[in-house]
T-cell receptor, first 112, second 113 residues
Framework: DAGVIQSPRHEVTEMGQEVTLRCKPI?????LFWYRQTMMRGLELLIY????????DSGMPEDRFSAKMPNASFSTLKIQPSEPRDSAVYFC??????????FGPGTRLLVL | GNSVTQMEGPVTLSEEAFLTINCTYT??????LFWYVQYPGEGLQLLLK?????DKGSNKGFEATYRKETTSFHLEKGSVQVSDSAVYFC????????????FGTGTRLTIIP
């Protein structure tokens, strides 16, 4: 298996622009997680899905952030409008029942 | 709530030195415990895990024992290599693998030849 795939790997944008991060989980996994990593706050869980349904979005920082999972093989995390403080590395992870989470390589986002 | 307290870094050791990275936790119920490793420019990889008290997780020469009485899960390796240079994260989950992983702040380890 190719593992969890994330795109783009790097994104540079200007404040106010919309940013869309993409994730393809490992085939057969029914849980998908979005994390954010910053120097100040470490690793934070933003939201996770089970069978494409959002289960816990309490980590989503504010209404500018939204996540969707239209099918079992694709999820997006959208920031609109983006702000400099959103600059971070965003990770997607997936797992199946009773198994550990496998992380993607991350998307490094810089908002100028 | 759940929390993980991890040894502050960075840690710098010489090759072949003994490594210990301390990790203690607070959790409701009986958590599963994990160590993840992050190499430069990459995502996190599971290094080892333990799902109940007194279990020992091991992988690539690293070991950690789930100590319920001291709520600890310290990571150890007898002889580190330059290739072990990375950031190490201790984490817990109260529903093995499928709910929120609560992470420690990470410990950056650098091994010098």
């Amino acid at each position: 298996d190719a593992g969890v795939i994330q795109s783009p790997r790097h994104e540079v944008t200007e404040m106010g622009q919309e940013v869309t991060l993409r994730c393809k989980p490992i085939s057969g996994h029914d849980y998908l997680f979005w994390y954010r990593q910053t120097m100040m706050r470490g690793l934070e869980l933003l939201i996770y899905f089970n069978n494409n349904v959002p289960i816990d979005d309490s980590g989503m920082p504010e209404d500018r952030f939204s996540a969707k999972m239209p099918n079992a093989s694709f999820s997006t995390l959208k920031i609109q409008p983006s702000e400099p403080r959103d600059s971070a590395v965003y990770f997607c992870a997936s797992s199946s029942v009773g198994e550990t989470q496998y992380f993607g390589p991350g998307t490094r986002l810089l908002v100028l | 709530g759940n929390s993980v307290t991890q040894m502050e870094g960075p840690v710098t050791l010489s090759e072949e030195a003994f490594l210990t990275i301390n990790c203690t936790y607070t959790a409701t119920g009986y958590p599963s415990l994990f160590w993840y490793v992050q190499y430069p420019g990459e995502g996190l990889q599971l290094l080892l895990k333990a799902t109940k008290a007194d279990d020992k997780g091991s992988n690539k020469g690293f070991e950690a024992t789930y100590r319920k009485e001291t709520t600890s899960f310290h990571l150890e390796k007898g002889s580190v290599q330059v290739s072990d240079s990375a950031v190490y994260f201790c984490a817990l989950s109260t529903n093995f693998g499928n709910e929120k992983l609560t992470f420690g702040t990470g410990t950056r380890l650098t091994i010098i030849p």
